[in-house]
C-alpha cells in the first residue's frame, strides 16, 4: 500500500511539475502597433498583424485618438489604448505602423521616448514605410542598419543610419521595412525574433 502512495504522489509531483512547465512556456507574447490617428498604411497594419496572431501573438493598438481609425486604402482599425498608457514593459516588441499618416509621430516626444525605452529594455522594435524615421529621431537607430521607405531615405543617412535601401533590415532587435509590399515579410520577421526571445 505504502509503494502504492509513493508511486502516486511521484506520479501527481511530475504532472503537475510538468503543467507549470507548459504553462510557463505557452505565455503568450505580446506587441503593440502605434498607428496614426487617420491615414495608417493598411497593408503595412494588417499583414504583420495577421501573421503575430496566427502565431499565438497577443496585438494591441495604439494611437492619440479611441475613435475607429481609417486607413489611406479605406481599412478600418479598432483602437485598444491611448499612446500616453502604452507601457513598454507589458509587451514583448513595439511596432511602429507607416503611411501618410506616421508623420504625425516624427517629431512626437512621447512617440520617441516609447521608442528609446523599447530600446532599452530590449524590446524588439519595429517600423515600416515612413515610421523608422520616428525612430531615427528618437536616436535610437544611429549606427544601425536600416531601411524605409525610399523617399525617407536620405533622411537616415543624414542622421548616421546605415540606410541599406533593403525591403526588410535586421539590426539585433531592430527591424525596419520598406512599404506595403514588404509588410507580411516585416511581421514574419518580427514573429522570428520574438519566438527567439
Not at 510557463?24 to 491615414?39: C, E, W
Not at 530590449?122 to 528618437?138: D, E, H, Q, R, S
Not at 549606427?143 to 533622411?155: I, L
Request: aromatic share 8%; charged share 20%.
Amino acid at each position: 500500500m505504502k509503494r502504492i502512495a509513493l508511486f502516486a504522489f511521484l506520479f501527481l509531483f511530475v504532472f503537475l511539475g510538468f503543467q507549470v512547465s507548459l504553462a510557463q512556456g505557452s505565455a503568450a507574447k505580446k506587441a503593440v502597433f502605434i498607428i496614426a490617428a487617420k491615414d495608417f498604411q493598411d497593408d503595412e497594419f494588417a499583414l504583420p498583424k495577421a501573421v503575430l496572431e496566427k502565431n499565438g501573438v497577443q496585438v494591441t493598438v495604439a494611437s492619440t485618438t479611441l475613435a475607429e481609425i481609417t486607413g489611406m486604402n479605406g481599412a478600418k482599425a479598432r483602437v485598444d489604448i491611448l499612446l500616453g498608457d502604452v507601457k513598454v514593459e507589458d509587451y514583448d516588441a513595439v511596432v511602429f505602423i507607416g503611411g501618410s499618416g506616421a508623420q504625425q509621430y516624427v517629431d512626437d516626444p512621447l512617440a520617441q521616448k516609447i521608442a528609446r525605452e523599447s530600446m532599452a529594455e530590449g524590446k524588439v522594435t519595429a517600423a515600416i514605410c515612413l515610421a523608422p524615421v520616428i525612430l531615427t529621431n528618437a536616436g535610437v537607430l544611429k549606427g544601425k542598419q536600416a531601411t524605409c521607405y525610399p523617399s525617407e531615405g536620405s533622411k537616415l543617412s543624414a542622421a548616421g543610419v546605415n540606410y541599406t535601401a533593403k525591403p526588410v533590415e535586421i539590426d539585433g532587435k531592430i527591424i525596419t521595412a520598406d512599404g506595403p509590399t514588404s509588410a507580411k515579410q516585416f511581421g514574419e520577421e518580427i514573429n522570428l525574433a520574438l519566438s527567439a526571445k
